[in-house]
């Protein structure tokens, strides 16, 4: 080969190999670029509140701040259904369920028992996670038959609030530590009155929900249960069930110191009619704190220990767990769980307190003592503290709770509308809530 040739090979070569370095830089590069694109984490919530959003979404900025190769899309799908259940499960079948959820107790259960949430035990191992921070009922609420499928948003007893300035007015003690159901009775008649002068009862003593988590307390109070232990049979129909839960709904219907049905067309529920001074006393959860201290409204207020059931002198409270979950479809697992860690972490728990979200107990201990979260809206945080000591796993941590807790809300429903006797809502309750929890 002459010379000349030789030469035109060797620039062909050199050609050749430029461009496929160029190929392969060009190719490198691509993927570097695809690499260091953020991905999106989409995660729902059911949070009502302004403050708790607004909490919410400074705590993802400061997330997505130190993890810049991670977005959060938030999703709220409050209104849609109790808890979002309804618009959650349609998304979940449909094939577009979240990275994230924020679920609570019952919801929670179902889905797990589902397939649809990812178990967490083997993230928990990998990275030693110190789960010792939390609350042990926190952590039992976040399993599912034996397995971890969440890490605790929150742990909600309930207790009972109460509005000073009402008291004041009707020349009552606040209420004390050894009140019981019959002290409850007695203020609620007093506060029971027709201000206005026009014969019409406009101002009612308390605030009856239908709703498990404010009657069941009543029910273990009495030394009743809601379900048995492995929630395959209904305890309702005995006679200290049916004692505590007669008293509960004679409040409204005997009595008539709660606001019967139509009285108050446009305030929805028990905590609507507190907030505008109709009713003086409720039960709710330390959750309703945030709506208290934003209420327009104003007036001086503060929480009690829920009273002593007058036949066994012990208090009753429920304690719902609400919890962050994965999705078992989701397309980024790890990046979930990373995010879904930084917002159950103390420092999460911490900034989520300062910022003003949800005033439901921490379930981070040291946070939950903290001045910040004791003090909220001057309130008495210890005695909600102090109500875990007696306060019992809800009945509805299993997975068919959400069907057996529509039968509840239905019967007693009726009993509020003075169209069924507590007995007779027992009796019904009993046949409908066997036959599901025996399918």
Request: aromatic letters at 12%.
């Amino acid at each position: 080969m002459s010379n000349k040739k030789k030469f035109v090979a060797s620039m062909v070569a050199i050609t050749l190999l430029v461009l496929l370095v160029q190929v392969q830089l060009f190719s490198k590069g691509a993927t570097e670029s695809n690499d260091q694109k953020p991905i999106t984490i989409r995660a729902t919530m059911w949070i009502g509140e302004e403050a708790s959003i607004e909490a919410l979404n400074k705590l993802t900025a400061l997330y997505e701040e130190r993890n810049p190769g991670v977005k959060v899309q938030w999703i709220n799908i409050a209104g849609g259904g109790p808890f979002g259940r309804d618009k959650l499960f349609t998304m979940i079948a449909g094939g577009d369920g979240p990275d994230l959820m924020q679920l609570n107790t019952g919801q929670f259960e179902g889905l797990a028992a589902r397939g649809a949430l990812l178990p967490l035990d083997d993230y928990v191992k990998q990275e030693a996670l110190d789960v010792s921070v939390f609350y042990p009922q926190s952590i039992t609420g976040c399993m599912y038959d034996g397995t971890l499928y969440g890490l605790p948003i929150d742990i909600s007893n309930h207790i009972l609030y109460y509005n000073k300035d009402l008291f004041d007015s009707a020349g009552l003690s606040y209420p004390s530590d050894d009140w019981t159901w019959d002290d409850l009775l007695y203020a609620a008649q007093k506060l029971t009155i027709d201000k206005t002068g026009n014969g019409k009862i406009d101002q009612w003593g308390f605030g009856v929900n239908n709703t498990v988590w404010a009657w069941a307390g009543f029910v273990h109070a009495n030394s009743g249960e809601v379900l048995n232990s492995d929630r395959t049979r209904s305890m309702l129909n005995s006679p200290q069930a049916i004692e505590a839960l007669q008293f509960f709904f004679d409040l409204q219907t005997k009595y008539e110191v709660s606001p019967p049905p139509g009285a108050l067309p446009e305030q929805g529920w028990a905590g609507d009619w507190m907030l505008t001074g109709s009713t003086a006393m409720g039960i709710f959860g330390p959750w309703w704190r945030p709506a208290m201290v934003g209420n327009e409204r104003a007036f001086r207020w503060d929480v009690a220990l829920p009273p002593k059931s007058p036949t066994t002198g012990e208090r009753g409270s429920v304690m719902y767990t609400d919890q962050w979950a994965i999705g078992s479809k989701s397309k980024y697992p790890q990046q979930t769980w990373d995010f879904m860690k930084f917002l159950a972490s103390a420092e999460g728990q911490e900034l989520w307190a300062k910022f003003g979200g949800s005033r439901s107990i921490s379930p981070v201990i040291d946070v939950s003592m903290s001045e910040d979260w004791l003090n909220y809206g001057g309130s008495s945080g210890q005695i909600i503290l102090d109500t875990i000591s007696f306060s019992t796993t809800p009945p509805v941590d299993f997975a068919k709770a959400n069907e057996v807790e529509n039968i509840w809300n239905q019967e007693f429903g009726l009993v509020f509308a003075g169209q069924s006797t507590v007995t007779e809502a027992v009796k019904k309750i009993d046949a409908l809530v066997n036959e599901i929890l025996q399918e």
